[in-house]
């Protein structure tokens, strides 16, 4: 369920009804608590409701549709803001993924549609070298 199908029911329906209110507090928890349990009591549940009315419907729904799983809280001075699992979509990710900016180590599970662009050899892991022998310059005397 989606944020605009939440908010087509008004506050007395979704409080009526169990399935409507787990899927309020589903909604609230993905979008706002980073997968924490939200409260449940009624007033908590207006609360809800009425910040999710104010709040950008087509980018929380964009939230809700995302297929990736970030790690953790990261700065990203380009953007100007922090980025987290709950307002990282799948377009920021590959966005950020393909500009080398994030790396596939950063994902719990990679957003739907990304594919590694780079050469396969760059994939690998770092060949070592030896290192050159040093030799010692005399000074002449």
């Known amino acids: 369920m989606t944020v605009s199908d939440i908010l087509s029911y008004s506050v007395d329906e979704i409080l009526q009804s169990r399935q409507l209110t787990l899927s309020i507090l589903s909604i609230y928890s993905k979008l706002y608590l980073n997968g924490a349990a939200p409260r449940g009591c009624s007033r908590s549940i207006v609360g809800y409701y009425v910040e999710l009315q104010k709040s950008n419907i087509k980018e929380k729904d964009i939230i809700m ?3 990736n799983k970030f790690k953790k809280l990261i700065y990203i001075a380009l953007e100007g803001m922090h980025f987290s699992d ?4 799948d377009e920021k990710a590959i966005q950020f993924l393909d500009a080398n ?12 549609g990304y594919e590694d662009k780079r050469h396969p050899d760059i994939l690998d892991e770092p060949k070592s ?3 050159p022998e040093r030799t010692r310059k005399r000074n002449k005397k």
């Open 65 to 67: 549709k995302k297929t």
């Open 86 to 89: 709950a307002n990282m979509t």
């Open 101 to 112: 900016i994030l790396k596939k180590e950063d994902f719990i599970t990679l957003p739907e």
């Open 129 to 131: 070298f030896p290192s």
